[in-house]
């Protein structure tokens, strides 16, 4: 197992967002991407942060984006549409979405809205 299923989500999310806020981004937007790819509303989200929810535990509870397939390039040297590992595919999506909105790439580019 790797040892970033056993961290808590809430100690990876102040990277998050200083990541994005140095980009000038915000945490509003942060919120945004990963209540799109976990379908948990804000309560829920702020809940998981307050209670140090692991990785492992903050996805088996989460419904996962029915177009995060559609989330598809590198993060950290690894090709995210090649992980194995079902656990290690999402935290990979949410790294890879972040990474994107911290680029200034635009949110609905982001959150694979349809073209229309």
Not at 26 to 49: C, P
Not at 66 to 83: F, M, Q, S, T, Y
Not at 87 to 107: S, V
Request: hydrophobic share 40%; glycine share 6%; proline share 3%.
């Amino acid at each position: 197992m790797s040892r970033v299923f056993t961290m808590s989500v809430a100690s990876v999310y102040v990277h998050y967002v200083n990541k994005a806020e140095k980009k000038g981004r915000d945490k509003a937007e942060v919120d945004e991407v990963i209540r799109w790819l976990t379908g948990f509303d804000q309560g829920a989200l702020q809940a998981h942060l307050d209670d140090k929810t692991t990785f492992e535990d903050f996805f088996e509870g989460a419904t996962l984006n029915p177009n995060a397939d559609l989330i598809k390039g590198v993060v950290c040297k690894v090709r995210v549409e090649n992980v194995e590992d079902p656990l290690m595919k999402k935290i990979r999506y949410l790294d890879l979405l972040i990474d994107e909105l911290a680029r200034g790439k635009k949110m609905d580019k982001i959150l694979r809205m349809p073209k229309g």
